[in-house]
Each structure stands twice: as structure tokens, then as C-alpha cells.
């Protein structure tokens, strides 16, 4: 059996090493000069900047069983004990976001009768499911305050999106299923908690993680390394031509035969690939929405910056007066990724309610970051060091239409045979989601019969 996979980020190189493992020809081919896709770091004047993804959360037993396997478990480094400290930006002031739902109740963030409105949930009787935002599922069970505190930035910080905009199916299917078996998503955490304490068995801890050296990208530059040649940069294909048993893919580099194709692109290049020959799961694939994003990695010394940083970071509700989506303490969370006696903040910028931010010069844009860095932070020196990524269609969408449109595109695929969708276009924007993913997609191939069993059978 051989097999093609274009696009070498988190998704693809996990299924080429995994096929690789299990035997399969692997061909692996990737337009840039380096592999990894939004998974990138680079490292200046002992700082290291990722570009994207900073880490991902380790409580997902596919990727601490990956990194295991790559042989880079004694790698990891877990984020700082302050990272479970996390702030919003809202009425002109920085507040601590509330851990826990006793939290919420005690927080300043909420009037009194909206905290009753919030505790009422247990009450609030399950609705049977149906297309729904994020927000909207939030204010119909919490009110409407709690969905624009807490729930509008944490679709913020995960997606650069808009909660009113975004499928609650698609980004928190786990949300539904506990009103869905409990009634009610108070009733399905205390249900937890007594499960919890009767069997002594307590979830997953689930804490940021990079790796001590060279940052997320850690992880990819070993799955490349392990791929070997299999392993095609700088390789550009342009379309796939189905065969009655495979594909013939077409590059740069030439014509390849193959018995199947995972394309592991963005949804918009992998419409490209197949237009031609596919044009209705083009067309599908195409209405996948995404948003630009914007990443600035700053440094300070520690004197200049007036205010706290004992945290994850802050994110940023819209319409209260600053641009930015949010900052992340990187010399906080990863002391082991910055200099000594210096602060390296990570600013995240644009997403789908700003659109316009990636056009911006780098020193338009460079300004508004430092405007609302004086105006949250309190830091009015310039940086010591800037770095900057510009990310145009960086993270996908999960519009209210994603979860119909994911049923469309399945069952177009099943109609493809040899061919797979991989990436975080699809059920997850996360490194956690697309690992999954991907080892679900290799299940797959593996489950097909070869076509010389298909011949003897």
C-alpha cells in the first residue's frame, strides 16, 4: 500500500508517522521549506516565540502517547503553578476569571441578581438540540451576563471568533451532551464530582505543556526527523486525478500513483486540489470560513512593566475600549523560554471581529498592541525586542452551519474512496484535536482491505 499525504503540519505528519509505523509507503509532500504548518518557533536572544500554538493542554492520552513514542516524554515542560490564574479585561480593569462555579458566584464581574439568574440553571430544563450558538446555549442556561463575561472570551481565546457566531456542536459537543444526559450542566458537573470522590478516581489534570527546548516545535522537527525522506519540502501539488483503484497526484515534483491521499491542508487548499475532479466536496469544502490572526511576541524588562503577571494571561472582551484579543506571560508561563529579569508577553490580534488588523502595517499595528499593553498592563517603555507572525486564514471557523456541512463532506468522502480529510478544519482547532484526529483517520486506512485482498476475495 502507498500513500500520499500533502500538507505537513500536526495532523499530517502524525498520520505519515503512524502509517510509517505500521508499515505503510508513506510519501509526504509539503509546499514550504519547513515543516510543521502553524506549529512553528523560533528562538532570538534566548527568547522563544511560537508562532502559533504555545503548547497543548495534557490531559489527551493521544498526544502524551505520541510524544512518548517520539521518545520525548523526559522533554515536556508543564506550565508554571500560575497559569491556573486567568484574567479578563472588562470595565477598565483587569479581574481574575473564577475556576469553579462558587467562584463565579463570588466574583465581582456579576451583579447580584445575575448571579441568582446564573445558579438557576440547575433549573433551567434541557432543550432538545438544535442549532444553536455557543453564546446563545450560554445565555439561554446561564443568562446572558455569564455569556458575555466568561463565554464570549474563551471562544475568543480559543478560536479568534465570535461565541455568537460559532456552532456549540462544533466546538463543545461535550457542553450538549451533558445537558442532554443530566438536564442540566451544574447537575452533570456535581454528578461528576461525587463519581469522582466515590470511586477515587479524579479526572485528567489538564495543564499547558511545551517542551524545554525549542518550544512547540519541538514536537514537529522529531516527527520530521523520524519521517526521513519520506518527507518532501518544497514540493507544490496542484491537483489529484482519481483512478479506478487510487490517485495520481500532480506537483512540482512530478506525477505520483498512489493507492490513497489524505490532503491535511487547509479546507480552502484541499478544495483546490480536488475542483476539478470533485467539485461538489470543493464547493463544501470551500464554505469552511477563516479567521486572520495576528502574533506579537514583545520583551520588557521586568522594572518596566508595573503590574502583575502571576498568570496565563488576559484576554479581552470586545467594545471595552482596547483592540487586542488577549495576552498570554510567556516568561511566566515558560520561564525556561525567556532571559532572565525580562517579561516576554505574546499579544494575540485580529481574529473573525477584526478582520481588517492582519492589513495593518507593522508599525500601525505595533502601536495599538503597545496602547493596550499601557492601558491593561500599565507598560509605557517601548519593547526591548519585537517579533511578529501575520497569519492570513489562519484558524478555521466553526460557523452555525459547521456540523450540517461536516455530514455533507462525510458523506461525499465515502463516495471518494481512497481519499481523507485531515486538520483542524474539521473537529477540533486545537494540537490536542488534531493529534486525535489524525490517529482516527490512520484507523481508517488501516481498515481498508488492500486491493489484492479485494482481488482474492
Same mark, same amino acid.
Given at each position: 500500500?502507498?500513500?500520499a499525504i500533502?500538507?505537513?503540519?500536526i495532523?499530517?505528519?502524525t498520520?505519515?508517522?503512524?502509517?510509517?509505523q505500521?508499515?505503510?509507503e508513506v510519501v509526504?509532500?509539503?509546499?514550504?521549506?519547513?515543516?510543521?504548518?502553524k506549529?512553528r =518557533?523560533?528562538?532570538q536572544?534566548?527568547l522563544? #516565540?511560537?508562532?502559533?500554538?504555545n503548547g497543548f493542554? =495534557?490531559n489527551?492520552?493521544?498526544?502524551?502517547?505520541?510524544?512518548?513514542d517520539?521518545?520525548?516524554t523526559?522533554?515536556?515542560?508543564?506550565? =508554571?503553578d500560575?497559569?491556573?490564574?486567568?484574567f479578563?479585561w472588562?470595565?477598565?480593569?483587569?479581574?481574575k476569571? *473564577?475556576?469553579?462555579p462558587?467562584?463565579?458566584?463570588a466574583?465581582?464581574?456579576?451583579?447580584?441578581?445575575?448571579?441568582?439568574?446564573?445558579?438557576?440553571?440547575?433549573? !433551567?430544563p434541557?432543550k432538545?438540540p438544535?442549532?444553536?450558538s !455557543?453564546f446563545d446555549?450560554?445565555a439561554?442556561r446561564?443568562?446572558?451576563a455569564?455569556?458575555e463575561t466568561?463565554? &464570549?472570551?474563551?471562544?475568543?481565546g480559543i478560536?479568534?471568533?465570535? &461565541?455568537?457566531?460559532? =456552532?456549540?456542536?462544533a466546538? #463543545?459537543p461535550?457542553m450538549?451532551?451533558?445537558e442532554?444526559?443530566?438536564g442540566?450542566l451544574l447537575?452533570?458537573?456535581i454528578a /461528576?464530582?461525587r463519581?469522582?470522590?466515590?470511586?477515587?478516581?479524579k *479526572?485528567?489534570?489538564?495543564?499547558?505543556?511545551?517542551?524545554?527546548q525549542?518550544?512547540?516545535?519541538?514536537?514537529t522537527?522529531r516527527?520530521?526527523?523520524?519521517l526521513?525522506s519520506s518527507?518532501r519540502?518544497?514540493v507544490?501539488?496542484s491537483?489529484?486525478e482519481?483512478?479506478?483503484h487510487g490517485y495520481?497526484v500532480?506537483s512540482?515534483?512530478?506525477?505520483?500513483?498512489v493507492d490513497a491521499?489524505i490532503?491535511?491542508?487547509p479546507?480552502?487548499v484541499?478544495?483546490n486540489l480536488?475542483e476539478?475532479?470533485?467539485?461538489?466536496?470543493?464547493l463544501?469544502?470551500r464554505g469552511?470560513p477563516?479567521a486572520?490572526?495576528?502574533?506579537f511576541g514583545l520583551?520588557f524588562?521586568?522594572s518596566?512593566?508595573?503590574?502583575?503577571l502571576?498568570?496565563?494571561?488576559f484576554? /479581552?472582551?470586545r467594545?471595552?475600549?482596547?483592540?487586542?484579543?488577549?495576552?498570554l506571560?510567556?516568561?511566566?508561563l515558560? *520561564?525556561?523560554?525567556?532571559s532572565?529579569n525580562q !517579561?516576554?508577553l505574546? !499579544?494575540?490580534?485580529?481574529?473573525s471581529?477584526?478582520p481588517?488588523?492582519t492589513?495593518l502595517?507593522s508599525?500601525?499595528a505595533l502601536e495599538?498592541?503597545?496602547?493596550?499593553?499601557?492601558?491593561?498592563l500599565?507598560?509605557?517603555? *517601548?519593547p526591548?525586542?519585537?517579533?511578529e &507572525?501575520r497569519?492570513?486564514?489562519?484558524?478555521?471557523?466553526?460557523?452555525l452551519?459547521?456540523p450540517?456541512r461536516l455530514?455533507?463532506?462525510q458523506?461525499?468522502?465515502?463516495?471518494?474512496q481512497?481519499l481523507?480529510?485531515?486538520?483542524?478544519a474539521?473537529r477540533?482547532?486545537?494540537v490536542n484535536d488534531?493529534?486525535?484526529e489524525?490517529?482516527?483517520?490512520?484507523k481508517q486506512i488501516? /481498515?481498508?482491505?488492500?486491493?489484492?485482498?479485494k482481488?482474492l476475495?
Amino acid at each position: 500500500m502507498k500513500v500520499a499525504i500533502v500538507g505537513a503540519g500536526i495532523s499530517g505528519l502524525t498520520v505519515a508517522y503512524r502509517l510509517q509505523q505500521a508499515g505503510v509507503e508513506v510519501v509526504m509532500l509539503e509546499r514550504e521549506a519547513v515543516a510543521g504548518g502553524k506549529i512553528r =518557533s523560533s528562538s532570538q536572544n534566548g527568547l522563544t #516565540f511560537d508562532w502559533g500554538p504555545n503548547g497543548f493542554l =495534557s490531559n489527551a492520552p493521544d498526544t502524551l502517547k505520541l510524544v512518548e513514542d517520539l521518545g520525548l516524554t523526559s522533554e515536556l515542560e508543564p506550565a =508554571s503553578d500560575a497559569a491556573k490564574h486567568r484574567f479578563i479585561w472588562r470595565n477598565g480593569a483587569l479581574h481574575k476569571l *473564577p475556576g469553579t462555579p462558587p467562584a463565579a458566584i463570588a466574583s465581582k464581574l456579576l451583579t447580584p441578581f445575575q448571579k441568582i439568574r446564573a445558579l438557576l440553571e440547575y433549573f !433551567v430544563p434541557a432543550k432538545q438540540p438544535e442549532t444553536e450558538s !455557543v453564546f446563545d446555549f450560554a445565555a439561554r442556561r446561564f443568562g446572558r451576563a455569564v455569556a458575555e463575561t466568561f463565554i &464570549a472570551p474563551m471562544v475568543i481565546g480559543i478560536t479568534s471568533g465570535d &461565541a455568537r457566531a460559532t =456552532s456549540l456542536d462544533a466546538l #463543545f459537543p461535550r457542553m450538549r451532551g451533558m445537558e442532554q444526559s443530566k438536564g442540566s450542566l451544574l447537575k452533570a458537573m456535581i454528578a /461528576a464530582q461525587r463519581r469522582a470522590k466515590k470511586t477515587g478516581v479524579k *479526572p485528567p489534570s489538564s495543564r499547558l505543556t511545551s517542551f524545554k527546548q525549542g518550544g512547540i516545535q519541538r514536537l514537529t522537527d522529531r516527527l520530521q526527523e523520524l519521517l526521513g525522506s519520506s518527507l518532501r519540502l518544497g514540493v507544490t501539488v496542484s491537483k489529484l486525478e482519481p483512478l479506478n483503484h487510487g490517485y495520481r497526484v500532480f506537483s512540482s515534483a512530478g506525477m505520483l500513483t498512489v493507492d490513497a491521499v489524505i490532503l491535511a491542508t487547509p479546507a480552502f487548499v484541499s478544495a483546490n486540489l480536488i475542483e476539478s475532479s470533485n467539485l461538489e466536496l470543493a464547493l463544501e469544502l470551500r464554505g469552511i470560513p477563516y479567521a486572520n490572526v495576528r502574533v506579537f511576541g514583545l520583551t520588557f524588562n521586568l522594572s518596566d512593566v508595573p503590574a502583575s503577571l502571576e498568570g496565563f494571561g488576559f484576554l /479581552a472582551t470586545r467594545n471595552q475600549g482596547i483592540r487586542i484579543l488577549g495576552c498570554l506571560y510567556t516568561s511566566t508561563l515558560f *520561564p525556561a523560554q525567556t532571559s532572565n529579569n525580562q !517579561v516576554f508577553l505574546r !499579544v494575540i490580534c485580529g481574529g473573525s471581529t477584526d478582520p481588517e488588523f492582519t492589513d495593518l502595517s507593522s508599525e500601525t499595528a505595533l502601536e495599538i498592541v503597545k496602547h493596550d499593553l499601557q492601558k491593561t498592563l500599565g507598560i509605557t517603555v *517601548p519593547p526591548l525586542l519585537v517579533q511578529e &507572525a501575520r497569519w492570513n486564514k489562519g484558524i478555521p471557523q466553526y460557523t452555525l452551519s459547521h456540523p450540517t456541512r461536516l455530514s455533507r463532506i462525510q458523506t461525499l468522502l465515502e463516495q471518494a474512496q481512497g481519499l481523507y480529510l485531515a486538520g483542524n478544519a474539521y473537529r477540533g482547532v486545537g494540537v490536542n484535536d488534531c493529534i486525535r484526529e489524525a490517529e482516527k483517520t490512520v484507523k481508517q486506512i488501516l /481498515a481498508q482491505p488492500r486491493e489484492q485482498e479485494k482481488v482474492l476475495a
